[in-house]
């Protein structure tokens, strides 16, 4: 029994045939085309550099990703991690630094009240943002300068 499972696994592979996640089987070199490689498996993203066609660098020089360096690092994607009482957690998701962060609640419509903290928060760094009072806060907004939509909790 294991000897024709190790003779179907060489010939499956002799043939360089991938099983796509739709279940259809495709030669090898159409798989890269169809499910071309991103740097999550090279170290991630190197926002410090980008390629001449205008996409991502990985972190170990790999060049053929189809992450575009505008999409990858030009927004910041900021989130709370921790809300307790007058103090709030906010996490950079991204690699690329935030600019500009601002974090309060709406009371009203009219009314905002912001919190104390860093205006900037580099690239997938945490920073603590302080505010007045100790309650928990309904409408609380994280928003920075470069960030996508804002982050509403």
Do not use: W
């Not at 696994?9 to 796509?20: A, C, D, G, L």
Request: aromatic content about 10%; charged content about 25%; hydrophobic content about 35%.
């Amino acid at each position: 029994m294991l000897y024709s499972c190790l003779i179907f696994i060489s010939i499956f592979f002799s043939q360089s045939r991938i099983i796509t996640p739709d279940g259809e089987i495709l030669p090898y070199s159409d798989f890269k085309k169809t499910y071309p490689e991103t740097c999550r498996a090279h170290g991630g993203i190197n926002c410090s550099d980008k390629d001449t066609d205008g996409s991502v660098v990985c972190l170990d020089g790999f060049k053929d990703s189809p992450q575009q360096f505008i999409d990858e690092c030009t927004i910041a994607e900021l989130t709370v991690v921790l809300q307790e009482g007058g103090k709030v957690l906010v996490k950079n998701q991204s690699p690329v630094a935030a600019k500009g962060i601002k974090v309060y609640y709406s009371k009203t419509d009219l009314t905002k009240v912001f919190f104390s903290g860093p205006s900037e928060l580099e690239a997938y760094g945490l920073a603590e943002f302080l505010g007045r009072g100790r309650q928990a806060y309904e409408h609380l907004v994280v928003d920075c300068e470069n960030c996508g939509p804002k982050q509403h909790s």
